[in-house]
């Protein structure tokens, strides 16, 4: 079963600065999510973009999906302490099945 | 609030001793399922079920059973638990269909001694 690859693994950046982590994928997928999880705890839910879709915003949040290069970027902007956390990209297959990858550790210092 | 809620959230055990983790989702999710974590493996599927009744393997199903006889329930049972079987489990649920987002429980760390 395919499952999206983070890179990077870890990220460590300062308040104010953006945060970049890309997600690549081989086979084709019905949509892509991301999800934040503090260290722990549940996932929460942060964005879904569709496969006709190329790129989604959420406050401080901005997805790109391209699906020719089967890649995805999570980008957060103006970073900040609160988001410290691991990210993970989720894939839906043609099945309906969400394919997690195995994530991208942010950590943000003031 | 719309939630999803795992029972206990901690549990120390012992090789062989049968257990069951609840879990239970308010908001009428006919899609629920059961996923374990591990350092570096991020998130794997054990079981799904689509709705009442309609249970499904994931990926990692061996050691493990599920049940769906009520639509808000989900619970995973442990029939003999082994060490291997040590992670932090997550049971999640949405909608039916593709494009809904997923509601994770809190997790329910599980050691096996």
């Known amino acids: 079963s395919q499952q999206g690859e983070e890179d990077p693994q870890a990220l460590s950046i300062q308040e104010g600065e953006n945060a970049t982590m890309n997600c690549s994928y081989k086979?084709?997928?019905?949509?892509l999510q991301w999800y934040r999880q503090n260290s722990g705890r549940g996932l929460v839910h942060l964005i879904l973009?569709?496969?006709?879709?190329r790129e989604k915003h959420s406050g401080r949040l901005r997805v790109t999906l391209d699906t020719s290069k089967k890649s995805s970027s999570l980008l957060i902007t103006a970073s900040r302490a609160a988001d410290t956390a691991s990210y993970f990209c989720?894939?839906?297959?043609?099945?309906?099945?969400?394919?997690f990858g195995a994530g991208t550790q942010v950590v943000v210092t003031p | 609030e719309a939630q999803v809620t795992q029972n206990p959230r901690y549990l120390i055990t012992v090789t062989g001793k049968k257990l069951t983790v609840t879990c239970s989702q308010n908001?009428?999710?006919?899609?629920m399922s059961w996923y374990r974590q591990d350092p570096g493996l991020g998130l794997r599927q054990i079981y799904y079920?689509?709705?009442?009744?309609?249970?499904d393997k994931g990926d990692v199903p061996e050691g493990y059973k599920v049940s769906r006889k009520e639509k808000r329930n989900f619970p995973l049972i442990l029939e003999s638990p082994s060490p291997n079987q040590t992670s932090l489990y997550f049971c999640?649920?949405?909608?039916?269909?593709?494009?809904?987002?997923?509601?994770f429980g809190p997790g329910t760390r599980l050691t096996v001694t």
């Open positions: 999640a649920s949405r909608k039916s269909g593709y494009s809904y987002e997923q509601y």
């Open positions: 086979t084709s997928i019905n949509n």
């Open positions: 973009i569709r496969s006709n879709e």
């Open positions: 989720a894939l839906t297959d043609s099945w309906g099945k969400l394919q």
């Open positions: 908001m009428n999710h006919e899609y």
């Open positions: 079920s689509m709705n009442v009744e309609v249970t």
